[in-house]
């Protein structure tokens, strides 16, 4: 079965959604920028427009400016350009000045700290993200008041980002309990799970050892993603290591009716499963399915076992006999279904190949000879059987077969 990281370590970041508009100079109601700033920012701003992000950042680093408002915005406007320009570690540098000036406006600020955020999350420094992404939901109702222009759903959305961001972040810190908790508020929030946090969520609990509590979880991400074959065999995982057989076979057989695509190893469990359950004709069935089933002496032998036990005699002797061709020993085997079933001609010229086991050999044709009615055959074989090994069982036949030739 497989494991889980590999499932939950590649989640973070999807994208970063910048979203900052740059086509006009911004303006607010509490400031705004210079007329000196205002033009070199107009420039800079048709310069990275027109794919131009060196001569704009050029730009934008020579304007010289005392005013902190000024620079606030400037440094907002370098870090976007320095991040589409591929330029991560300056883009958080000029970012975090944007932020820590304290003098954007409350959507500006909301949203610049939010790429701020985000290019700290791309870079892997979990820590430090965090602390801003528990800043935006902080202040997340302000945003909402100030900012009129966005609408509920915009504010639903970008709530809803950040705290998977939150879970993200909490999770690449193997903070497995925060980031349970995390996706929990997030489910409360949106009221719509989705794979992604699901399995974040489950990727928590598989490193809490919460078994019980994580097949829920995957139960919710199944029926979300019903077709994916590495959700069901996580399940099975589970429901085997909390000992529930019934489940994990219920669960393989719907991969296997769904036609997912099981592999040699997950059938050979199923095999085991139904002959646990006491169904050996189903585990016949299912190791025949796999791909070594006529060549394997381990597959050969347990399927040949579980038709012996289902009773289906034809099947079990043939099995017996495909196996006995790689080991000699199995002739014995077939043998005796073979005398079971009346079949005593066959099984005289089947004993005749098993090496070794002289005694119960000779007690065997013993039988066989007896049924066929051939008395001279059968005592001399039960006579060889008991200068072989004498036994009781040996004698009780000599006994038995000169009293009848005495009878004739």
Same mark, same amino acid.
């Given at each position: 079965?497989?494991?889980?990281?590999?499932?939950?370590?590649?989640?973070?970041?999807?994208? @970063?959604?910048?979203?900052?508009?740059?086509?006009?100079?911004?303006?607010? %109601?509490?400031?705004?920028?210079?007329?000196?700033?205002?033009?070199?920012? #107009?420039?800079?701003? *048709?310069?990275?427009?027109?794919? !131009?992000?060196?001569?704009?950042? +050029?730009?934008?680093?020579?304007? !010289?400016?005392?005013?902190?408002?000024?620079?606030?915005? /400037?440094?907002?406007?370098?870090?976007?350009?320095?991040?589409? &320009?591929?330029?991560?570690?300056?883009?958080?540098?000029?970012?975090?000045?944007?932020?820590?000036?304290?003098?954007?406006?409350?959507?500006?600020?909301?949203?610049?700290?939010? #790429?701020?955020?985000?290019?700290?999350?791309?870079?892997?420094?979990?820590?430090?993200?965090?602390?801003?992404?528990? &800043?935006?939901?902080?202040?997340?109702?302000?945003?909402?008041?100030?900012? +009129?222009?966005?609408?509920?759903?915009? @504010?639903?959305?970008?709530?809803?980002?950040?705290?998977?961001?939150?879970?993200?972040?909490?999770?690449?810190?193997?903070?497995?309990?925060?980031? /349970?908790?995390?996706?929990?508020?997030?489910?409360?929030?949106?009221?719509?799970?989705?794979?992604?946090?699901?399995?974040?969520?489950?990727?928590?609990?598989?490193?809490?050892?919460?078994?019980?509590?994580?097949?829920?979880?995957?139960?919710?991400? /199944?029926?979300?993603?019903?077709?994916?074959?590495?959700?069901?065999?996580?399940?099975?995982?589970?429901?085997?290591?909390?000992?529930?057989?019934?489940?994990?076979?219920?669960?393989?057989?719907?991969?296997?009716?769904?036609?997912?695509?099981?592999?040699?190893?997950?059938?050979?469990?199923?095999?085991?499963?139904?002959?646990?359950?006491?169904?050996?004709?189903?585990?016949?069935?299912?190791?025949?399915? @796999?791909?070594?089933?006529?060549?394997?002496?381990?597959?050969?032998?347990?399927?040949?076992?579980?038709?012996?036990?289902?009773?289906?005699?034809?099947?079990?002797?043939?099995?017996?006999?495909?196996?006995? +061709?790689?080991?000699?020993? $199995?002739?014995?085997?077939?043998?005796? /279904? #073979?005398?079971?079933?009346?079949?005593? *001609?066959?099984?005289?010229?089947?004993?005749? &190949?098993?090496?070794?086991?002289? *005694?119960?050999?000779?007690?065997?044709?013993?039988? %066989?000879? $007896?049924?066929? *009615?051939?008395?001279?055959?059968? @005592?001399?074989?039960?006579?060889?059987? &008991?200068?072989?090994?004498?036994?009781?069982?040996?004698?009780?036949?000599?006994?038995?077969?000169?009293?009848?030739?005495? #009878?004739?």
């Amino acid at each position: 079965m497989i494991t889980f990281n590999s499932i939950v370590s590649k989640l973070v970041p999807v994208g @970063l959604a910048l979203g900052i508009t740059l086509v006009s100079i911004p303006t607010f %109601a509490k400031n705004e920028l210079s007329r000196y700033s205002a033009s070199r920012v #107009m420039q800079a701003n *048709e310069l990275a427009q027109n794919d !131009d992000l060196t001569g704009a950042i +050029k730009v934008l680093s020579d304007i !010289d400016t005392t005013r902190q408002y000024d620079q606030a915005i /400037i440094a907002r406007m370098l870090g976007v350009f320095y991040w589409q &320009n591929g330029q991560s570690s300056k883009a958080i540098e000029q970012i975090n000045i944007a932020v820590e000036s304290r003098l954007l406006d409350d959507g500006q600020r909301w949203s610049t700290e939010k #790429m701020l955020a985000d290019l700290l999350l791309s870079e892997q420094r979990y820590r430090e993200a965090l602390t801003h992404y528990q &800043n935006l939901l902080s202040y997340s109702q302000v945003f909402s008041t100030v900012n +009129k222009d966005e609408s509920d759903k915009q @504010l639903h959305q970008s709530t809803s980002d950040v705290k998977l961001r939150i879970a993200q972040s909490h999770y690449q810190l193997e903070d497995w309990p925060s980031s /349970i908790k995390a996706v929990d508020n997030l489910h409360k929030y949106t009221r719509n799970p989705n794979v992604s946090t699901l399995s974040i969520k489950l990727g928590s609990q598989l490193q809490l050892s919460q078994w019980k509590s994580a097949i829920p979880t995957i139960e919710q991400i /199944i029926e979300l993603d019903t077709k994916e074959v590495k959700w069901w065999r996580q399940l099975v995982s589970l429901q085997l290591k909390l000992g529930r057989e019934k489940q994990a076979l219920s669960s393989l057989v719907l991969i296997e009716q769904q036609r997912l695509g099981l592999n040699d190893q997950e059938r050979y469990l199923i095999a085991q499963l139904y002959a646990k359950r006491g169904m050996p004709e189903k585990a016949a069935r299912q190791i025949s399915t @796999l791909d070594d089933a006529e060549t394997d002496t381990k597959l050969l032998k347990q399927q040949a076992s579980y038709w012996q036990q289902a009773k289906e005699w034809n099947k079990a002797t043939q099995t017996w006999l495909k196996l006995a +061709k790689v080991e000699t020993e $199995y002739y014995w085997n077939a043998a005796q /279904i #073979m005398l079971q079933e009346g079949q005593y *001609e066959r099984a005289l010229n089947t004993l005749k &190949n098993v090496d070794g086991r002289a *005694e119960q050999v000779a007690l065997a044709k013993t039988r %066989a000879f $007896y049924k066929l *009615e051939r008395l001279d055959d059968a @005592l001399y074989q039960a006579k060889r059987a &008991n200068n072989i090994e004498p036994s009781n069982q040996a004698n009780n036949w000599i006994q038995y077969l000169t009293q009848l030739r005495q #009878m004739r």
